[in-house]
């Protein structure tokens, strides 16, 4: 059975970094995308970065570009979202999810990461 | 910001028929497959309609979407007190490179 694990929630400051981590299991890891997606509190979906896991190739929405660094650990079937320079306005669970190429189907989720930026 | 277009709410009674629908340009709806989600409370999404109104294991059969230039939608039959959460509909941009999703949609069974 496929599963996305992700790390715990986590307090930030702001101007910090976060790095949350998504362990994939059930499927083969290099095979398929790994996409991140935020949901700020009360708000919709949406979508920050893919990665291919087998080439190492990213690709970021324009919101997060120069902010965003998306990392793999092919031996341990890990995949890492870093954000740098957090404001409030990154206070959202981030979720990784499997990504079947370049097309928007993405499944399964992970279970989310709450990240809040607070001082 | 939101690429897509959804209405905010929508509701239906028990065995109703709803449909959400779902608004883009043809850089993503009307060149892509359109793919819709859904939210209950308090989980992550998950994934009803993929590629050309395909659903996964376990979605009933009352999910179906279709799909005519740049619009999309989403139709559910026989509503069911389960489906109530939110529903996001979501395709390829080829300009982006990456994924837009709609704003969501709040269902709501009375």
């Known amino acids: 059975q496929v599963h996305l694990v992700q790390s715990g929630a986590d307090v930030k400051e702001p101007g910090a970094s976060v790095i949350v981590s998504c362990k994939a299991s059930g499927y083969t890891f290099t095979s398929y995308f790994i996409h991140w997606v935020r949901q700020a509190p009360g708000q919709g979906l949406q979508w920050v970065a893919w990665l291919n896991p087998k080439s190492g190739v990213t690709k970021s929405a324009q919101d997060f570009q120069g902010r965003v660094n998306l990392t793999r650990d092919t031996a341990t079937d890990t995949a890492y979202l870093q954000l740098a320079r957090l404001t409030s306005d990154d206070t959202a669970i981030y979720y990784c999810?499997?990504?079947?190429?370049?097309?928007?189907?993405?499944?399964?989720w992970g279970q989310g990461t709450l990240v809040t930026v607070s001082s | 910001q939101t690429v897509l277009t959804q209405p905010p709410s929508a509701s239906g009674t028990p065995g109703q028929r709803v449909t959400i629908s779902c608004s883009g340009t043809n850089s993503n709806v009307g060149t892509t497959t359109v793919n819709w989600y859904q939210q209950l409370p308090g989980t992550a999404p998950r994934v009803v309609i993929y590629?050309?109104?395909q659903r996964p294991s376990g979605v009933p059969d009352r999910f179906s979407a279709s799909k005519s230039g740049t619009s999309a939608s989403l139709a559910i039959s026989g509503l069911q007190s389960e489906d109530e959460g939110d529903y996001y509909c979501?395709?390829?941009?080829?300009?982006?490179?990456?994924?837009?999703f709609g704003g969501g949609t709040r269902l709501t069974v009375l």
């Open positions: 999810a499997r990504g079947w190429g370049l097309v928007a189907r993405i499944d399964p």
């Open positions: 979501a395709a390829w941009d080829n300009n982006l490179n990456g994924v837009v």
């Open positions: 590629g050309i109104n």
